[in-house]
């Protein structure tokens, strides 16, 4: 059973920047693709970004591509996004995910983190 928890959420401006942290324990981190999800007030919780088990492979959303980068570090058993250039309709709980394949952290994750606010103001 993996556990996954987000940190770095908060609140920031417009245009500004910010890095969210999600710490796995409970399993071989280095045995998951690792992705972010992000869900605003009355939508759907939205796929950002999907890592492979040992980092060279990503993609990401159109709506963040340029923006944000995912990447991880095995050695701390984290995911990290880093987010660049935020707009208001960035304002979301972000999540953290994890599946043994690539393809499973995009559309079927096993593992989920509680979520960390990220509010975006103009």
């Known amino acids: 059973q993996v556990q996954l928890v987000e940190s770095g959420g908060g609140l920031v401006q417009a245009g500004g920047s910010l890095r969210l942290s999600c710490a796995a324990s409970?399993?071989?981190?280095?045995?998951?693709?690792m992705a972010w999800f992000r869900q605003a007030p009355g939508k759907e919780r939205e796929f950002l970004a999907v890592?492979?088990?040992?980092?060279?492979?990503?993609w990401y959303a159109d709506s963040v591509k340029g923006r944000f980068t995912i990447s991880r570090d095995n050695g701390q058993n984290t995911v990290y996004l880093q987010m660049n250039s935020l707009k208001p309709e960035d304002t979301a709980v972000y999540y953290c995910a994890a599946h043994s394949t690539f393809p499973g952290a995009q559309y079927r994750p096993d593992y989920w983190g509680q979520g960390t606010q990220v509010t975006v103001s103009s």
């Open positions: 890592i492979s088990w040992s980092g060279v492979s990503t």
């Open positions: 409970g399993g071989t981190f280095s045995d998951y693709a």
